[in-house]
T-cell receptor
Framework: GQNIDQPTEMTATEGAIVQINCTYQTSGFNGLFWYQQHAGEAPTFLSYNVLDGLEEKGRFSSFLSRSKGYSYLLLKELQMKDSASYLCAVRDSNYQLIWGAGTKLIIKP | IAGITQAPTSQILAAGRRMTLRCTQDMRHNAMYWYRQDLGLGLRLIHYSNTAGTTGKGEVPDGYSVSRANTDDFPLTLASAVPSQTSVYFC????????????FGPGTRLTVL
């Protein structure tokens, strides 16, 4: 079966750095996405990785290792507005997105 | 620019009733999707459409139907609602090319009693 694993919840301090991990087992791989979802709102796109390595976009970076079936999202200089759920999704061999359950990130002052 | 709109925002429905959730996008995207999101589970694909006139089944299609008469609209119909269909429903669209990003509507919160 297809499986995306991420921690259910994480807590971090304002101004700090946090790394959210995602491991996957899917039938085929055609890219990995990270989305942010604030409570009661729609998911919004953060990043896309299809090749191994690090993609940096401002305070957010995303890393992919296809051989390990592993990705992480790195958030730097945390702000209170970063409190949200972070969703990992993998595009499989049928070009459909398989979604993890999401990681709820709680930022404390 | 509206992006993707969904209606209604929320709905309480009696079991056995028929309900259509509406979704409209103005980005001229080829592909559209319907997901449901339940607490503790990832987004699950119900149905999708790669282009106007075609539809396909996702992971959890039972009890739902869709149509894609034109590029902009992708309604989701529950023929006879059941309590297990209580969920938040998101419509999404993408331009359909490899590596494309899905953009989501604001969601419909549906409660079936």
């Amino acid at each position: 079966g297809q499986n995306i694993d991420q921690p259910t919840e994480m807590t971090a301090t304002e101004g700090a750095i946090v790394q959210i991990n995602c491991t996957y087992q899917t039938s085929g791989f055609n890219g990995l996405f990270w989305y942010q979802q604030h409570a009661g709102e729609a998911p919004t796109f953060l990043s896309y990785n299809v090749l191994d390595g690090l993609e940096e976009k401002g305070r957010f970076s995303s890393f992919l290792s296809r051989s390990k079936g592993y990705s992480y999202l790195l958030l730097k200089e945390l702000q209170m507005k970063d409190s949200a759920s972070y969703l990992c999704a993998v595009r499989d061999s049928n070009y459909q997105l398989i979604w993890g359950a999401g990681t709820k990130l709680i930022i404390k002052p | 620019i509206a992006g993707i709109t969904q209606a209604p925002t929320s709905q309480i429905l009696a079991a056995g009733r028929r309900m259509t959730l509406r979704c409209t996008q103005d980005m001229r995207h080829n592909a559209m999707y319907w997901y449901r999101q339940d607490l503790g589970l990832g987004l699950r694909l119900i149905h999708y459409s790669n282009t106007a006139g075609t539809t396909g089944k996702g992971e959890v299609p039972d009890g739902y139907s869709v149509s894609r008469a034109n590029t902009d609209d992708f309604p989701l119909t529950l023929a006879s609602a059941v309590p297990s269909q209580t969920s938040v429903y998101f419509c999404a669209s993408s331009d359909g090319r490899a590596g494309d990003t899905q953009y989501f509507g604001p969601g419909t919160r549906l409660t079936v009693l």
